[in-house]
């Protein structure tokens, strides 16, 4: 993670090999000679952290320090001095520094630091959007399934049970459980995320425990993992039926002792992280067939929630949509598109097995290809054909049959103008001219 530096030191030479070793690194970073000088320099703002020397001319830096501690919207401040004592350190942490650095510096431990901070400073960015309401538009709807998971997040949410969340690929397992957290005592605490089944099993156990300096080639310095950052906060363990038998050893282990170790290292750690999972698998299953562990699974499932698919929620389908139109239209600088009742009809029939990822998709395709005022039944249709709701005949020849009829109708309303027959079915000229062909359309047509 590339970070903005702001580097504050009255000696010049300190502070262009800092800034020097820095850039090499890939930040971005900017000199300030004085406290004086560096007031002014923050206020452009959209400085990630500040490196911060003790004994300055004039003003000291711990008086930024008392300015800029307490800002949890602010860049944070590694303070700097080559007098270094304990003192100094205890006082500096009492103001809000984020760590105390010795000068000269040590490449491995300056670097390994401001990795650190760069990350609890993201977290403090994630964090500030949960405290503020994230759009969790996979919690949308006024259903009777989306109102009972509601209320489970409500209930659940303010307790530090651990949760296993249940339910299908694109159903919003992750945001669910960025819910229970914004709910949760911990909602200014971290909210650290982990797919275990995006990761090479062999990275995993690094991914969650960390690793030490030399636990395996190219581990050329030491770092933490995602148990040891959600530390006073909430881990959130996607897909935890993907774990190795090995992970699940060890995770056992920390959640019955709070303990753990860093890959290659002997050093007790200790996490009291809440501990949300997810799942799409069926773990009673993998359990009988031995590749989950039973005790694991009692650990992880004090308490259930299930996320229902979108099939069993169709009513929310048309709000969903809606949604999304409104939120591409923004993103990608498009006009806002409306959604016709007919293809609002058509989109809660189809059973939408990549749930609301697969309508999300959609939804921005519709936005980014066709500038229609509004998305009609044939464009639907062309997406995500109908299905036959008598399990009978030809279902291509009917979508085929039913989408001519559309086509041909629109064109005789528009006077065959081509492009206002376009608009009225959502389509782009291109697109309706190659239908005019497949259909063997003509003007002449009753």
Same mark, same amino acid.
């Given at each position: ?243 190795? @038998?090995? #992970?699940? !050893?060890?995770?056992?282990? &920390? ?8 890959? %290659?290292?002997? $050093? +007790? ?104 005022? @509004?998305? #009609?039944? !044939?464009?639907?249709?062309? &997406? ?8 009978? %005949?030809?279902? $291509? +020849? ?49």
């Amino acid at each position: 993670m590339k970070g903005r530096l702001l580097v504050v030191d009255d000696e010049a030479n300190v502070r262009r090999a800092i800034r020097t070793f820095f850039e090499d690194q890939g930040h971005a970073v900017e000199e300030a000679a004085s406290v004086s000088e560096a007031r002014e320099t923050a206020r452009s703002g959209g400085f990630d952290l500040v490196l911060l020397d003790v004994r300055m001319p004039g003003e000291d830096g711990l008086t930024l320090l008392r300015e800029m501690g307490g800002d949890a919207e602010g860049p944070l401040v590694l303070m700097m001095s080559g007098q270094a004592s304990v003192e100094l350190a205890v006082q500096a942490t009492k103001l809000g520094a984020h760590d105390f650095l010795e000068k000269p510096p040590d490449p491995e431990r300056w670097s390994l630091s401001v990795r650190n901070a760069l990350e609890v400073r993201r977290l403090r960015h994630e964090n500030s959007r949960l405290r503020g309401g994230i759009s969790a538009p996979g919690l949308l709807g006024d259903s009777p399934a989306m109102r009972e998971l509601r209320s489970g997040i409500e209930k659940i949410g303010p307790t530090l049970g651990r949760v296993l969340i249940q339910g299908e690929n694109g159903t919003g397992k992750e945001l669910v459980a960025m819910a229970l957290h914004a709910a949760s005592p911990r909602s200014t605490s971290p909210f650290i995320k982990l797919n275990c089944a995006a990761l090479p099993r062999d990275l995993v156990e690094t991914e969650l425990f960390g690793h030490e300096k030399g636990a395996f080639t190219g581990a050329g310095a030491a770092r933490p993992g995602k148990l040891e950052l959600a530390q006073g906060g909430t881990i959130f363990l996607d897909e935890i039926g993907d774990l190795s @038998a090995e #992970a699940q !050893a060890k995770f056992l282990r &920390a959640l019955e002792t709070g303990e753990f170790e860093r890959v %290659g290292g002997h $050093r +007790s750690m200790r996490s009291d992280a809440r501990v949300i999972s997810a799942t799409n698998k069926d773990l009673p299953a993998l359990i009988r067939k031995g590749d989950f562990r039973e005790d694991l699974f009692f650990r992880i499932h004090v308490v259930p929630l299930r996320v229902p698919p979108l099939r069993e929620r169709r009513e929310d389908v048309p709000l969903l949509a809606r949604h999304f139109l409104g939120v591409f239209a923004q993103l990608h600088g498009r006009r806002l598109r409306e959604l016709t009742e007919g293809a609002a009809a058509l989109l809660k029939e189809h059973p939408w097995p990549g749930n609301v990822r697969e309508l999300r998709n959609l939804m921005e395709r519709f936005v980014i290809l066709s500038d229609a005022p @509004a998305v #009609a039944e !044939a464009e639907v249709r062309q &997406a995500i054909p109908a299905s036959d709701p008598h399990g009978s %005949g030809d279902l $291509r +020849s009917q979508v085929e049959e039913a989408e001519r009829d559309s086509i041909s109708r629109a064109l005789q309303e528009s006077g065959w103008n081509v492009s206002a027959a376009a608009d009225r079915l959502g389509l782009d000229r291109a697109s309706l001219h190659r239908k005019i062909r497949k259909y063997g359309l003509s003007r002449g047509e009753s």
